[in-house]
């Protein structure tokens, strides 16, 4: 599975961004996708994520109820879509993909098998 993420940038607080996770090698549908933050200097942090057999979307506290995260089959994309963006939102975002993780495990970075290259958001006024 090869993962490429897009639609970084610079922000401005309050704004919105959506950015993208297109996976080639597997159908969209066959995986479980994660949204991973890495600030400067910081750990790997969980921002959401879904698993392949269907269920809510598992959202960290930080960004519940302005992420939502989507994916468009037909495409082969994933969507995470997030609103009044922060400065504490910036780092290099990544998308994360696996065909065996289970739902208690989404959070954690190291049950993911298949990473993007990450795309950078800068929330800045």
């Known amino acids: 599975v090869q993962l490429q993420a897009s639609g970084g940038g610079v922000v401005h607080p309050g704004d919105s961004l959506r950015l993208s996770c297109t996976a080639s090698?597997?159908?969209?549908?066959?995986?479980?996708v994660g949204w991973f933050r890495q600030a400067p200097g910081k750990e790997r942090e969980f921002v959401g994520g879904?698993?392949?057999?269907?269920?809510?979307?598992l959202y960290a506290d930080s960004v519940k109820g302005r992420c939502t995260i989507s994916r468009d089959n037909a495409k082969n994309t994933v969507y995470l879509q997030m609103n009044s963006v922060r400065p504490g939102n910036t780092g290099v975002y990544y998308c994360?993909?696996?065909?065996?993780?289970?739902?208690?495990?989404?959070?954690?970075?190291?049950?993911?098998?298949?990473w993007g290259q990450g795309t950078l958001v800068t929330v800045s006024s």
């Open positions: 994360a993909a696996s065909l065996t993780i289970i739902y208690s495990q989404l959070s954690v970075p190291s049950s993911w098998n298949h």
């Open positions: 090698g597997r159908t969209n549908s066959a995986l479980s």
């Open positions: 879904f698993h392949r057999r269907g269920g809510s979307a």
